[in-house]
T-cell receptor, first 110, second 113 residues
């Protein structure tokens, strides 16, 4: 069955460092991947979308890569700040549906 | 982009009752979806809301329990029927734009007692 996996362990980093989150998928070839931020008690907020024919996408301090050979996407936050602390979800879309991973909790310490 | 409004944002419901959640999008969108997110869990797709026809349900979800309507391109409702404590969850409405991005509402937090 289709499966999408994110590191279930929380990621703790120091302010100013780069946070790297991983998203792996199996048994599927998504047309594109999307990354979201979710704060407690809030709905997910869209951050970036990357298509299967794109290797990398950037937006301000955010960067996403998509490796269809490894079936993996990496999400980077450079110069991280305490305000970046949240849960980050990846979702892949093929056809009409988008399936999400369980999310990775990021803590950025000042 | 799309801005999605859901209501109610939060409710406490009695066991055995039903609750309808409304979802309004500020622009016409190609597709609308309903997800559930249980505490500490990821998003689980309940169904795709189809305009003018029956929703398409995912495995484990049935129309009798989660009837969905979508009368037009910007509005949808999800009803959670005959609620039990296991239905306590966040229910999220989402919409897919022409650019294929999925946007979410803030969610409806339901607690069944």
């Amino acid at each position: 069955s289709q499966k999408i996996e994110q590191n279930s362990e929380a990621l703790n980093i120091q302010e100013g460092k780069t946070a790297t989150l991983t998203c792996n998928y199996t048994n599927y070839s998504p047309a594109y991947l999307q990354w979201y931020r979710q704060d407690p008690g809030r709905g997910p907020v869209f951050l970036l979308l990357i298509r299967e024919n794109e290797k990398e996408k950037r937006k301000e301090r955010l960067k996403v890569t998509f490796d269809t050979t490894l079936k993996q996407s990496l999400f980077h936050i450079t110069a991280s700040q305490p305000a970046d602390s949240a849960t980050y979800l990846c979702g892949y879309t093929g056809g009409f549906k988008t399936i999400f991973g369980a999310g990775t909790r990021l803590f950025v310490k000042a | 982009s799309a801005v999605i409004s859901q209501k109610p944002s939060r409710d406490i419901c009695q066991r055995g009752t039903s609750l309808t959640i409304q979802c309004q999008v500020d622009s016409q969108v190609t597709m609308m979806f309903w997800y559930r997110q249980q505490p500490g869990q990821s998003l689980t797709l309940i169904a795709t809301a189809n305009q003018g026809s029956e929703a398409t349900y995912e495995s484990g979800f049935v129309i009798d329990k989660f009837p969905i309507s979508r009368p037009n391109l910007t509005f949808s409702t999800l009803t959670v029927s005959n609620m039990s404590p296991e239905d306590s969850s966040i229910y999220l409405c989402s919409a897919r734009t022409g650019g294929n991005t999925i946007y979410f509402g803030e969610g409806s937090w339901l607690t069944v007692v």
